[in-house]
């Protein structure tokens, strides 16, 4: 799992950052009820590398396979087509 992800602006709104992927930030606004637990799970939705995996590349045997050097790599049909991974809320 990657690093922990830290919170600031406690007082408005609870931001997180991450530069695992793209560094791109996210939020958990302070009216939230369960603020810890949400940021429990941006945690790894963020941070977890196979988590990260999964929203960039689709899922492990539906839309790629690891090749002979264990790269991941795009399953392709019989007509030349990759998964639409974006319908399945990756990508």
Do not use: H
Not at 21 to 27: L, P, R, Y
Not at 63 to 71: C, L, P, S
Request: proline content about 4%; charged content about 30%; some cysteine.
């Amino acid at each position: 799992m990657g690093p922990t992800l830290s919170s600031e602006y406690v007082e408005k709104t609870y931001m997180i950052y991450t530069s695992l992927f793209d560094n791109a930030s996210t939020g958990v606004n302070i009216k939230c009820e369960n603020k810890e637990l949400a940021m429990r799970w941006l945690d790894v939705l963020l941070a977890d590398p196979e988590a990260t995996r999964t929203r960039i590349i689709g899922f492990e045997g539906e839309d790629w396979e690891y090749d002979e050097n264990q790269e991941p790599v795009p399953i392709v049909d019989e007509n030349g087509r990759t998964s639409d991974i974006v319908k399945k809320g990756c990508g």
